[in-house]
């Protein structure tokens, strides 16, 4: 076995948890795992961090992915400092439930799942035709319509580099938009190439007067 001279091992392994996480100075236990700062991963020990299920996640590939890249931004501002660091935002925090619920977005767990067809292993070796087939349009269409949005905004940060609205600004780690400088204009709608960015229709009063 070849042995590798590191400075420093991020540990990134899908096993079960154990009793405690790292040895010597490092170490961590569950309990001090599940305390972790939520915007970065780190723990008490500032040369810590940790992602994923290990800090009670949503136990979903794009939770762990999300919490990962907060993870790496924290310890790229925790190693050269927050004026040398990436000044890409990693995903916010998203707050008020899950991708399920969110506007635009329909969950649908009964329809089939379409795959494209195979040939039999006996019939590959018979011939030079493809493999795997590929799905019509109307199949793709309906798989690519399984996507939750899960991600948003994710290091997009197109409204406020390239859009210039004033009326946007970076709050907590997540992209505000200050109602008194917005004048409803919609473009920025237009713009989000992650349709993140919605009109919400003011109500009526009702009340009276």
């Known amino acids: 076995k070849s042995q590798v001279e590191v400075d420093q091992v991020i540990v990134a392994i899908g096993q079960s948890r154990g009793g405690s996480l790292l040895i010597g100075e490092c170490a961590v236990n ?56 990436d000044v890409r935002m990693p995903p916010p925090l998203v707050q008020g439930g899950s991708p399920a619920t969110r506007k635009g977005v329909t969950r649908v767990d009964t329809e089939t799942r379409y795959c494209p067809i195979e040939l039999e292993p006996a ?48 709050t907590d780690f997540r992209i505000e938009i200050d109602p008194q400088l917005c004048v409803a204009c919609g473009v920025c709608a237009q713009f989000c190439p992650n349709d993140a960015i919605y009109p919400v229709m003011a109500l009526a009063q009702s009340e009276p007067q």
């Open 30 to 85: 569950w309990s001090e795992a599940r305390t972790a700062d939520k915007k970065t991963g780190r723990v008490w020990n500032d040369r810590v961090f940790v992602a994923g299920d290990l800090v009670g996640g949503d136990r979903t590939v794009t939770g762990a992915i999300a919490g990962g890249l907060r993870a790496a931004w924290g310890i790229d501002r925790s190693l050269r400092g927050p004026a040398k660091a």
């Open 123 to 170: 019939a590959r070796v018979l011939g030079f035709e493809e493999v795997a087939s590929t799905l019509t349009e109307e199949q793709a269409r309906a798989e690519a319509a399984r996507c939750m949005i899960c991600g948003l905004c994710g290091n997009c940060n197109a409204c406020l580099d390239l859009f210039g609205c004033p009326a946007f600004y970076i």
